[in-house]
């Protein structure tokens, strides 16, 4: 046994699928019990094995104690361990599930109910459990949950132009496949008197493709099959626009507004992201209206008999970071950080207009801005609560002086009047906070640093730490603790932040190729800054590997370059008319003489990189562009060619089509400057990046007399980086070509699909 293949086997034990429970109380899911307790799940280890216990916390005084008598429970279900993960409480009964079955305990009585778990339905639930709203043939339906009883709601749906129905862009062919209900977009108000819905016109949308040609379960014909969805691209002049309704229950009415359309990338109202919110008191919704190409955005009020009012109204000549993703800004479920208080006189709208994000106050009557709610240089970011008895927001923000990465993002505190601004949580780190019963339940980390909860009062007063996480398990598999660095960008002014992961058994004396992983979208930074142990997207690998390459030998990277968001609209709109930049890709060429001289270990005449999707474009455009840099690049998912990728993300950084920009965006075009070894990598299922992007650009290669390796995954789709063989495929690439070592025969254990 040769010892690259031992290094393979010490990479294998950091992998996503073996690190699960690697880390332990990483992140506490804190929920409200009754008015004055939360709880939380308290995770241990016991052996090879971790047991949950669920603790109960006094919002009083933070005395804990257990939720319930777990013997009792553990004896009902005849397990030596409560065996689910997560639980809700309804009536004071602990709710939760286990291999098909809904389970309800009573503690009081130690009886345990089960039934069968009844398989999620393609229908929005009134809050009141009474009614539920589903599509048939293309038109709204409202079932009576009590007695099945059906209404018809609309009449005149069809087909492309349906009710309910969202636009069919990223994941739509994915979700289908997986037989995922398509739940309407439906949002119900509180009260369950009303719900918003969407009418979407799709008609003029042009179809995109997919062909499925590996064999499918239950289907006899090997015949390959053609799945279509609309997807429209810059050059097109009809995107999918939804046009917004109202439903009255009680008057059994349906009410077409003329509130301004939407153009639409998906769901506008799903559950876990949407774009409109209703009123405490049902009175009202209110949605954040952007126009396309992002440079005109709204706060717009619609009341419930349909009538609307614009309450903020702003523009700018260059693109708008509202509705980011959820990465910079939001309140909950809700896309955007703005309010509307109940008693309908106040707004709060989050503007760059001043080259920050702050928060400012408007008059909803008059439609006046009031006041700035923050100060000047700091950023405000996502919204955690509106207090209107306390007349007091909650948020997030960075670029705050207490803090020694300008992202890092405090819990602060102001009031509706613009007074008591207060950071509450002062540790120099990124937090994540929840707010129950006036409790702030608060994790805060860094790379460097493991997640630690503690206990405050909503005025920032401490209270307890709740708990630690554990990493041992961790470390013990070998992980290598990041570390922060600075850099200056390639304006000569411009402090950049990434982290570096030196090689599992370093040796100062030694050079060591690097592995530069990059993302090179514009609607978020890549760089981690709270610990990471777990990657955003399922499946795949934490800090792009970055961790089981430094087993293999590599030195690893993340830098964060000029045109990426979080820092204020100078740095963020270098990514202008500039998607082709990749957020800030010369910089990491122009940083690494001072990489190097703070790490001397580093060899930059062995640079690799690689990413997906945006990182995806980002390495093949490195590879192309700066081919006496990079050696050696791995390339998955990418969108190569700005014109073929949808309107909703293109159009906010490149503007409306224009042909000479646009074609900026064309990696293809560089294809004669290849030198390296690039391996491009897609899957034939991606319903993101069509893999046509990928083709054109071998095409391209091809016809310039290039070589360099190629890869399609035919039953994967955007998530190239969760795929085991991919993750193997991209480790036997560096070590073969920046390595330059013989790859082992060895295999990993990989899960079953």
Known sequence: MNNMEEKYKAAEKLLPWNTKHAVLNGKINAREYDASHFYYPLESRCGDEVKVS???????????????????????????????ESCEVEDGKICFEEEGLSYAYDPVSNTLKAQVSEKEESTSVSPDGKMEVYVKDYNLWLRNSEDQSETQLTFDGEKNYAYGQY???????????????????????????????????????????????????????????????????????????????????????????????????????SRYYRIAKWSEDSSFVYYTHITRANKTAELIIIHTDGTYETVVHEETDKFLNIRS??????????????????????????????????????????????????????????????????????????????????????????????????VLTPEDAMHSCTIINDILIDTYSRVDLPPITVLRKTDGTFMKELVKADISDLLARGYVMPERFSVTASDGETELYG??????????????????????????????????????????EVMGGLEEFAQLGFAGIILDGLGTPGRGRKIHDVSYENIHGCAGLADHVYCLKELEEKYP????????????????????????????????????????????????????YYGRY?????????????????KGHLFIVHGAMDDNVAMSQSIRLIDALIREDKDFDFL??????????????????????????????????????????
């Not at 060899?603 to 945006?614: H, I, P, R, V």
């Not at 789709?717 to 193997?728: E, G, K, L, M, Q």
Request: aromatic share 14%; hydrophobic share 35%.
């Open 54 to 84: 669920w603790r109960l916390v006094n919002c009083e005084d933070a005395s804990e104690t257990e939720m319930f008598d777990h013997e009792k429970l553990m004896k009902l279900m005849n397990s030596d361990t409560l065996p689910f």
């Open 712 to 753: 399609i995954l035919p039953r994967t789709n955007h998530n190239v980086p969760a795929d085991p063989y991919f993750i193997r495929r991209k480790m036997d690439y560096f070590v073969r070509y920046l390595l330059e070592e013989e790859v082992p025969a060895y295999r990993f254990n990989t899960p079953e699909k």
């Open 325 to 422: 993703y959820g990465t910079l800004d939001g309140f909950g479920q809700y896309c955007a950080s703005n309010y509307i208080t109940n008693d309908h006189q106040l707004a709060v709208w989050q503007s760059e207009r001043d080259g920050f994000a702050r928060l400012y106050a408007y008059d909803v009557n008059t439609k006046k801005l009031l006041y700035p709610l923050t100060p000047e240089n700091v950023i405000a970011g996502a919204l955690i609560a509106c207090d209107d008895e306390k007349q007091k927001i909650y948020f997030y923000a960075n670029n705050l002086p207490e803090c020694s990465d300008p992202y890092y993002q405090l819990v602060c505190s102001v009031n509706y009047d613009g007074t008591g601004f207060a």
């Open 601 to 652: 270990f580093l060899d930059l005449s062995k640079a690799g990189m690689w990413g997906n999707s945006g990182g995806g474009c980002a390495t093949s455009r490195a590879m192309l562009e700066y081919p006496d840099t990079y050696k050696v690049g791995v390339s998955s998912a990418g969108n190569h060619d700005q014109r073929m990728y949808n309107t909703q993300w293109t159009e906010n």
């Open 167 to 269: 636009a069919q862009y990223s994941g739509y062919i994915t979700a289908r496949l997986k037989n995922d209900p398509e739940i309407p977009d439906v949002l119900w108000s509180p009260d369950s008197r009303y719900f918003l819905s969407v009418r979407l016109d799709q008609r003029e949308v042009k179809d995109l493709y997919i062909i499925q040609s590996y064999d499918e379960e239950g289907n006899d014909s090997i015949r390959p099959r053609l799945f279509t969805y609309k997807c429209a691209f810059p050059e097109d002049e009809k995107v999918p626009v939804a046009e917004w309704l109202l439903y009255d229950v009680k008057k059994n009415q349906i009410i077409h507004t003329d509130a301004p359309k939407e153009n639409a990338g998906g769901p506008l109202l």
């Open 499 to 540: 982290i570096l992961i030196r090689p599992k058994d370093f040796d100062e004396n030694k050079k060591y190729p690097f592995i530069d992983y990059i993302y090179g979208g514009m609607q978020c930074y890549n760089v981690p800054k709270s610990f990471a142990y777990q990657a955003n997207i399922a499946g795949r």
């Open 658 to 674: 224009n042909k000479e920009i646009y074609l900026k965006g064309d990696n293809t075009a560089l294809a004669k400057n290849l």
